[in-house]
Nanobody
């Protein structure tokens, strides 16, 4: 099993920045993909950004140019730097990880709330 613990959420004004962190523990040696999803009230959970074990990244169109995902394999941690935040970015953000190459992976964090005020 893999445990994922997120941190870094909070309340920020529009145009501001936040950085989310997700620390992985447990059976981490076979983890391939890691990523971030979000779910706003009344909406489906969506993939925000993903990063396989290599350097390739992928982003939702709505966050391209504003969000950056990165991964520190030595620390078993994945980050999401969020800049120029907008009220529509308000959601619960979930860390996700899996052993295969596709999303979503099998493991989920508990979620962290991000609220952007206008």
């Amino acid at each position: 099993q893999v445990q994922l613990v997120e941190s870094g959420g909070g309340l920020v004004q529009a145009g501001g920045s936040l950085r989310l962190s997700c620390a992985a523990s447990g059976n981490i040696f076979d983890i391939n993909v890691m990523g971030w999803y979000r779910q706003a009230p009344g909406k489906q959970r969506e993939l925000v950004a993903g990063i396989p074990s290599g350097s390739d990244t992928n982003y939702a169109d709505s966050v391209k140019g504003r969000f950056t995902i990165s991964r520190d394999n030595a620390k078993n941690t994945v980050y999401l730097q969020m800049n120029d935040l907008k009220p529509e970015d308000t959601a619960v953000y979930y860390c996700n990880a899996g052993y295969f190459t596709s999303f979503p992976g099998r493991f989920w964090g508990q979620g962290t709330q991000v609220t952007v005020s206008s």
